[in-house]
């Protein structure tokens, strides 16, 4: 059974910084897909950021790019989303998500991945 599970959520200032984590066990995925969506209240999910297998292909949402840092690391089949300068706007759960195809290109599209975390919560105080 496939699980993904996200950590490194938690309260920060605005400013500040905060690092998520997700570990995927189960199976390797370490030639699949992964990405990074989020949630706020009252608000449609927004995929962040993706990366494909090999991690040298990136994908960032306008409104987090040049802030927030996805990389992999696949001998420990994880995946982590580096988040600086936070602002106010990004409070949200945070998902994590895994592509089943291998080597399939990476994805901005929610629909397009098969596997999901339970999510990870980031507030920011001001």
């Known amino acids: 059974q496939v699980q993904l599970v996200e950590s490194g959520g938690g309260l920060v200032q605005a400013g500040g910084s905060l690092r998520l984590s997700c570990a995927v066990s189960?199976?390797?995925?370490?030639?699949?897909?992964m990405g990074w969506s989020r949630q706020a209240p009252g608000k449609e999910r927004e995929f962040v950021a993706a990366i494909n297998w090999s991690g040298r292909d990136t994908y960032y949402a306008d409104s987090v790019k040049g802030r927030f840092i996805i990389s992999r690391d696949n001998a420990k089949n994880t995946v982590y989303l580096q988040m600086n300068s936070l602002k106010p706007a990004d409070p949200a759960v945070y998902y994590c998500a895994v592509r089943k195809v291998p080597f399939g290109q990476l994805s901005w599209k929610a629909d397009e991945y098969d596997y999901w975390g339970q999510g990870t919560q980031v507030t920011v105080s001001s």
């Open positions: 189960g199976r390797t995925f370490s030639v699949h897909a």
